[in-house]
């Protein structure tokens, strides 16, 4: 991952690529809000059982010790050992139990914020990195049509950044599960890892693998069929029952997929397709299931990933089914800086340098800077009355566009240092045209 | 401190809460772009020698450890210690250290994060906590009226947020330095430490320590008369003048406190409030110090502070003088939301809900809310398709104003359900209140 860091998997931007950044983290707050999705943060420390309580294990996790306490033989006895959370499920799953009496339920969130893994330095992965999930989570029960939602939002959301077309890849677990049911396979699971080596290991591969695991020749025949099937209209559908093997799981798995696909052929034309051979997810997800892949980039794999469960979390008393889908923010900023995909237009926020004759007239200069500024208009009074060639210079090199003189004799001239021109203007009405305004962020070369 | 939290020390908030500290960080923002603030983020984590760089061991520190090495007697060897950073400045020198090249002095940068501190959970501390910072850094030398510029940005800023009146306490380092000196005091730091327990124990337990450290009684007598002094203009200047006390570092220190009152008086009137006892940060900050009392909520402490280093950061080689403050965020909003200063309109940022006849027309309330949201404005389909008053329930439990039906004949009524009033609309064209597009957050009762 090309990021710039001093410090291996714990990525920093430059003031420029941070403004990028901060751009997709704004759209996409924009989106999750229209939609009516309420902002969270949680902690960044969950307790470990909370963070093994689905029986993660595969998860790199960082524990916390005081420094106070390191190399003391027994931490504090009073608290449970702490850990930083690995993604944004396990923490929400734990606030909706927490607090399900003060929330209303279907409860739509969405939550931005970094996660950490414990991974070992020299792998080179991401140990610090930002992701943007969206749930949605019933009391007991939740209609299904949230699985239809869920990915029009992200779809929508993902077009708004500088970035190329998405495919939203989704299966349904009803439809894999009932097929092994239909053929006699009981380790469905272990026919899902299978499945899921196929792009790796080909189907020789996968074939060899189901057979060392007991699968009959049949078996392993059929669902590589099943696998094979790909669609994003009714096609993909009837391929699947032409595999001449039906149950109720299965059928309702596919009018599922059916009508998810149905709804974005109206919504999001071509840009979700179910792939039955999709089987990450599959083992804790009871329903659909997405992954999703950036045109151009399928080197980066799954983008944004998430499905349905029919329990996100549960006290015994109460299950909380929901669905839900999580942005990789960070390994998709990477790639946008490191392929040019997006640049920003300048590298600070301030749209007006006010020039400074000398210091005994710097509170003139600062005047100006409080009338734009009372306008909504990002100023900077210059931090030296050098030469105004020299002041000119330092906004140019930060990409400020306009440069502001007031003469000796009080008159006001604005210059835009890009094209050189430079008129009379009123620091009580002068506007700048709104594509300066703000920094802008657009497609790079 | 009255923060919801199922982990003492680490606060959670609902979504209304959410809504509130989410319009204060996005206020913030705002003011510190007006002022061409460029947004950072450094990673949560440091070196262990980076975080003890300053000498720095009154913090208290969580020091990571990867799961699957603990219990092991010796961590990954490859790498040096590392542990989540406690504030935002010793990252932020870091990172001006790492990138100076790329970067162009004077810097301007704010900061918004979390930071951790590993205090012992019986403490009731905040263990997890936002803070706001901005800084500006000068390689090599940083102009003195940055000193003034910091204090008034952080005014404005503060300002706009539903809170009471702040003031911002001064004092100058140059000038307890130079009076120290001008009365034969070497021991500067030991006057700093008595002299900051003032509002503790009083001048009588002040005088009684600084006795114990070998003080002569005139000495004392000076320091208190000295720390006694206070005043938003120049006759606090005059009252330090008149102890008698001249050198050309308190006259240095004298003039700077005297610009900076110049300039508050004109800006701020009244928030800016020279006090000779500030002896807090004295130590490393070596020209203005700044404090922040929340008027009624003098309890809080300084909810604000930062200053002038000559040193934020150095190689070696390199010096990069600057001067910050910091927004004790968490403790602000803790604040807010326990005294009711401010509350949100509503839980979502939803604006109207689609009403939903039947399953089967779904698909024509998902029309309209495309057409609102295309226009900008939060809407959600109603999740059921239960009876119309089960539907106005769900919104208004959510504070959601508006209820849009279709009729069976494909008419449109909008409905506002705080007052009842239910008028036809065209999904394409209408328009809420500008108040009532957004959740607000207002001043509570």
Same mark, same amino acid.
């Given at each position: 991952m090309p990021a710039r860091t +001093?410090? =291996? @998997?714990f990525p920093e931007w430059l003031p420029a690529e941070r403004i990028v950044e901060l751009s997709i983290l704004d759209q996409l707050r924009e989106t999750f809000e229209l939609h009516g999705f309420a902002s969270l943060e949680t902690r960044a420390v969950e307790t470990l059982d909370e963070l093994q309580r *689905? @029986?993660? &294990?595969?998860k790199e996790v960082y524990m916390l010790e005081r420094l106070q306490d390191?190399?003391? /033989?027994? $931490? #504090? %006895? %009073?608290e449970r050992p702490l850990g930083l959370h690995f993604d944004l499920t396990v923490p929400f799953a734990r606030y909706v139990l927490e607090n399900a009496g003060n929330l209303t339920f279907p409860f739509r969130r969405y939550q931005i914020q970094k996660v950490w893994r414990g991974e070992r !330095?020299? #792998? @080179?992965?991401?140990r610090e990195f930002t992701q943007a999930d969206i749930d949605i989570v019933g009391n007991g029960t939740l209609a299904f049509h949230h699985e239809v939602e869920i990915p029009l939002v992200i779809i929508e959301a993902l077009s708004k950044l500088p970035i190329p077309p998405v495919t939203v890849l989704v299966n349904n677990r009803k439809v894999v599960q009932g097929f092994c049911e239909g053929i006699g396979v009981t380790d469905v699971e272990q026919a899902l890892r299978s499945i899921d080596k196929l792009d790796k290991i080909g189907p020789e591969g996968v074939a060899a693998e189901m057979r060392e695991f007991g699968f009959e020749q049949e078996q392993v025949d059929r669902l590589l069929e099943l696998a094979s099937l790909s669609g994003d209209d009714e096609q993909v559908l009837d391929g699947v029952r032409a595999l001449g093997v039906s149950n109720d799981l299965i059928e309702e798995g596919l009018e599922e997929l059916g009508a998810l696909l149905q709804a974005a052929a109206k919504?999001? !034309? $071509?840009?979700v397709r179910a792939e039955l *051979?999709?089987?990450?997810g599959l083992d804790y997800y009871t329903g659909t299931v997405y992954e999703t892949m950036l045109e151009g980039n399928? #080197?980066?794999?799954?983008?944004c990933s998430g499905g349905r469960y /029919? +329990?996100?979390?549960?006290?015994g008393k109460r299950s909380f089914p929901g669905v839900g889908i999580s942005i990789g923010v960070s390994r998709l900023v990477s790639r946008i800086l490191a392929s040019d995909l997006a640049v920003a =237009?300048? +590298?600070? !926020? &301030?749209c007006v340098l006010v020039a400074v004759m000398n210091e005994e007239s710097r509170s003139a200069s600062d005047d100006v800077a409080h009338d734009l500024r009372s306008r909504g208009i990002p100023t900077e009074v210059s931090p030296s009355s050098a030469k105004f060639g020299k002041q000119i210079r330092y906004a140019d090199r930060r990409g400020i566009p306009y440069v502001w003189f007031i003469g000796e004799d009080g008159s006001h001239e604005v210059k835009d240092i890009r094209s050189g021109d430079q008129v009379s203007a009123d620091p009580k009405a002068w506007e700048p045209p709104a594509n300066d305004l703000l920094p802008t962020v657009k497609p790079g070369e």
């Open positions: +001093s410090l =291996s @998997g *689905k @029986g993660e &294990t595969s390191r190399g003391n /033989d027994r $931490h #504090d %006895k %009073k !330095p020299q #792998d @080179g992965r991401f919504r999001a !034309p $071509h840009r *051979k999709i089987a990450r399928e #080197d980066l794999g799954s983008i /029919d +329990s996100l979390a549960s006290d =237009s300048r +590298s600070v !926020p &301030t």
